[in-house]
């Protein structure tokens, strides 16, 4: 049944403003609460303060009246929705079990949207930053059980794995490096433009969620690895923003937000089970279509265009949230030696020419050391060994992944070699 979002009802503006406690008293239980429920709520915080800072923007550099009005008017709700949303999370889940949260939404999302994505080009672009957000996964679930005692299941139940990636050491690059090819306004496919939006949205919001709490605990150790990983996804958000056409106006830029926010609340709605999330969901898409209705009369009337040219006529979804270990372990055994090439392309480890710009990044920043790499030492001196969830065949297979991974340059003088981990994997995680 198709779902076209211009014709569908949604909630008139003047119903969108709620009360305090409608905004801001509802909140999960951690332990109760559904892992995909979770990146679900994770996931449109990020959208919400992407819609809400977007219209900042826009309403900075408009000289028009009426779209200044509407978006006045919206940045209010947008912005009341993301406290609904945000303040979910309850004030007992932790900064490192929240933080496991948000690496699992980019994991499962980003395979999800890889399988979903017709553009090729930008499908590669997933699978490539899908092994980046892995690694950090594992790296800070040893934090996570160093500083709480909690295993990483206690947040991901099971449905995401725990183990390396890429290497978080080799994820920093010449930023000029990050830029990728972006897809062309004209041709891409609504999917591919809604993909790319909720990606960049998720990304911004984990980089912010970093930022604003990654100083939260005393280790001075854990502070670094916040830091580090913090960076990358600085280089994340420029990496998905880079494949937008910047020929967009920015009205058309507006009608894609309020699309990306209809489309991922009917795909949340969709999806949920849980009965407190459910009417949260189906009411902040009564106001987006709302929302998306007079974007469309603006685009109409400035850009004397078809909104359908861009939109098409169908909902589309983003972020099916599923258990996608099999598809992660696919790219993670064929691409952990992947890196970026220098003409927006990419390649392995092995073809990687001497004057690569992203070795002096990696050279310079990793000159004391990768706080990343430390973590694992730090916990195989506690605990033997790594902390890592995954099947036998895969766990066995650590060590050669760990040798694959290896650059002939840019590693730090603490990194975990083959060999080391060769002996953790003989060795039990002492609980
Ligand atoms: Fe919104
Ligand atoms: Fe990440
Ligand atoms: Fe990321
Ligand atoms: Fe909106």
Redesign the pocket.
């Known amino acids: 049944m198709t779902f076209n979002a211009l014709k569908e009802k949604g909630l008139p503006l003047e119903k969108q403003v709620r009360t305090w406690h409608d905004i801001a008293h509802r909140k999960y239980n951690k332990n109760e609460v559904d892992c995909y429920s979770r990146t679900r709520q994770i996931l449109m915080n990020g959208i919400e303060v992407e819609a809400w800072n977007f219209k900042h923007n826009f309403a900075r550099l408009c000289q028009d009246q009426d779209t200044l009005e509407f978006l006045a008017q919206t940045k209010r709700i947008e912005d009341a929705q993301q406290t609904t949303i945000n303040w979910l999370a309850p004030c007992d889940q932790s900064v490192l079990e929240t933080t496991l949260g948000y690496?699992q939404v980019?994991v499962d999302l980003t395979a999800w949207m890889a399988q979903n994505e017709p553009d090729p080009y930008v499908k590669e672009t997933f699978d490539f930053g899908l092994l980046?957000?892995f690694d950090?996964l594992y790296r800070y679930s040893q934090w996570a059980y160093m500083i709480h005692g909690i295993t990483p299941n206690a947040v991901v139940q099971g449905q995401t794995d725990v183990i390396l990636g890429r290497p978080t050491q080799n994820h920093h690059n010449c930023n000029i490096v990050r830029l990728r090819k972006h897809y062309d306004k004209a041709t891409a496919t609504p999917q591919t433009k809604v993909n790319i939006l909720t990606l960049v949205a998720g990304e911004q919001q984990?980089h912010n969620y970093y930022g604003e709490h990654g100083f939260a605990y005393g280790s001075e150790l854990l502070r670094e690895t916040y830091a580090e990983?913090k960076d990358?996804?600085e280089e994340h958000v420029t990496m998905y923003e880079s494949l937008i056409d910047p020929s967009e106006s920015f009205y058309e830029k507006l009608l894609m937000h309020e699309f990306t926010e209809v489309c991922t609340y009917h795909n949340c709605m969709t999806d949920e089970k849980d009965e407190m999330l459910m009417p949260i969901w189906e009411e902040f898409l009564a106001m987006e279509l709302d929302h998306l209705q007079t974007a469309a009369k603006l685009f109409k009337k400035y850009e004397k265009r078809d909104p359908e040219e861009v939109i098409g006529e169908d909902i589309v979804h983003p972020c099916h949230f599923t258990s996608q270990k099999d598809y992660v372990e696919k790219v993670l055994r064929a691409e952990i030696d992947k890196r970026l090439g220098s003409n927006k392309d990419y390649q392995f480890t092995k073809d990687i020419p001497d004057d690569w710009a992203s070795y002096w990044v990696q050279e310079t920043a990793g000159k004391d050391g990768s706080p990343s790499e430390v973590t694992i030492r730090v916990i195989a001196e506690q605990k033997n060994r790594d902390l890592v969830c995954a099947n036998e065949k895969l766990k066995s297979d650590l060590p050669k992944l760990a040798k694959k991974s290896v650059q002939q340059k840019g590693m730090t003088c603490d990194t975990v070699t083959a060999e080391e981990y060769e002996k953790m994997s003989k060795e039990e995680f002492e609980l």
């Open positions: 690496e980019a980046e957000d950090h984990t990983i990358v996804e």
